[in-house]
């Protein structure tokens, strides 16, 4: 089992593109969640989804778009990028009690 | 919505001395999680809490939730180079899609 995919794993953006961060999970988990990690802001929801079909926003939502079209894949979509979206983007499965973490996708925006 | 704030920011021990980092709510909180991240890892689950004055243990690791469920604390025994890394606390939701996250309290270890 992979686990909690995420790609790419690193990527440069000029401000005002665009671009889908890959989430994909095996562990057949209903919900799912993005989150975002400045240095010393620890981890901010941006987008969560409940199972297919039904998205909700989290604490920082502005800019970013999600869809849950199957159990496995949540992807977030950056519409047009700037530089406050320079982070790390950890997805997130949760379990009967945990949270599962994807490896993370490092996004500079210049 | 829930917030939980973590003290302190930043910890810096020698090998073998104790530390502790603490999560505080205003709110009582359904239940208390804590993560680990390693440098330029992922947060790796360490343990869930959901009753009042819950203590548990993993080796050095001890783990309280307080009487009210508006505070917890994580303590390392004896700490190692292997304990590096930022400890965060965090609380879900009623709906369990949502989660809030502390701060973190990032642990360096002089061996």
């Known amino acids: 089992n992979a686990g909690v995919t995420q790609t790419p794993k690193f990527q440069v953006l000029k401000t005002g593109q665009s671009m889908t961060l890959q989430c994909a999970q095996d562990m057949n988990h209903e919900y799912m969640s993005w989150y975002r990690q400045d240095p010393g802001m620890g981890l901010r929801l941006i987008h969560y989804?409940?199972?297919?079909?039904?998205?909700d926003q989290g604490e920082v939502p502005n800019g970013y778009n999600v869809s849950r079209s199957t159990t496995e894949d949540f992807p977030l979509r950056l519409l047009s990028a700037a530089p406050s979206q320079t982070s790390v983007y950890f997805c997130?499965?949760?379990?009967?009690?945990?949270?599962?973490f994807g490896p993370g996708t490092r996004l500079t925006v210049t | 919505g829930q917030q939980v704030m973590q003290i302190p920011q930043y910890q810096h021990v020698q090998e073998g001395e104790d530390f502790t980092t603490y999560c505080n709510s205003s709110t009582t909180l359904s239940n208390i999680q804590w993560y680990k991240q390693r440098p330029g890892g992922h947060p790796v689950f360490l343990i869930q809490l959901v009753k009042s004055g819950e203590v548990k243990k993993q080796k050095r690791l001890t783990f309280q939730f307080g009487e009210a469920k508006k505070n917890s604390s994580l303590h390392i025994t004896a700490t190692q180079t292997t304990d590096v890394g930022t400890y965060f606390c965090?609380?879900?939701?009623?709906?369990?899609?949502?989660?809030?996250f502390g701060d973190g309290t990032t642990l360096t270890v002089k061996p």
């Open positions: 997130a499965t949760i379990g009967k009690r945990e949270q599962y």
């Open positions: 965090a609380s879900s939701y009623s709906n369990a899609g949502k989660s809030t």
């Open positions: 989804s409940v199972g297919a079909g039904i998205t």
